[in-house]
């Protein structure tokens, strides 16, 4: 019974490769995070996509209820991939993830997405000299 339930969340043996590569699992979870990041920008706020999918509003979003959560967005991907980046996400990996990781997950890799690209030029010029730091007001 552990070995099936292991399976059903995707961090054990089991059918349709529910293991996955290590860059399989990584693929996954980059492209589902980046559709969750797109629409938390889009939303402006961490906030309100955490509450809607903690459905019994414990405070904590159980990996069952983030991967009902992706459904209801209309992610399609199987079920043991979306628990993939619940794992992910939860970074404590107690079985739930806190609010504390889920806004860490949506707000970092800012830099590698862009989000603050046009700045760094001139950050870099400010940090040589070649630019004067002056500060709004």
């Known amino acids: 019974a552990a070995a099936a339930a292991a399976a059903a969340a995707g961090s054990g043996p089991g059918p349709g490769g529910r293991d996955g590569s290590a860059s399989q699992r990584e693929?996954?979870?980059?492209?589902?995070?980046?559709?969750?990041?797109?629409?938390t920008r889009q939303r402006g706020s961490v906030r309100p996509i955490f509450r809607a999918m903690d459905d019994d509003g414990w405070g904590g979003i159980s990996h069952e209820?983030?991967?009902?959560?992706?459904?209801?967005?209309?992610?399609r991907e199987p079920a043991y991939q979306l628990h993939w980046v619940a794992q992910a996400i939860d970074d404590k990996s107690e079985g739930c993830i806190?609010?504390?990781?889920?806004s860490r997950a949506m707000v970092s890799n800012q830099m590698e997405e862009g989000m603050m690209q046009p700045e760094l030029p001139h950050a870099l010029k400010i940090a040589t000299g070649e630019a004067p730091?002056?500060?709004?007001g």
Request: with cysteine; net charge positive.
């Open 133 to 136: 730091c002056v500060h709004p």
């Open 98 to 102: 806190t609010y504390d990781s889920f």
């Open 65 to 75: 209820e983030f991967v009902q959560g992706m459904r209801r967005w209309g992610l």
């Open 27 to 39: 693929q996954v979870v980059a492209r589902v995070l980046k559709i969750l990041k797109t629409r």
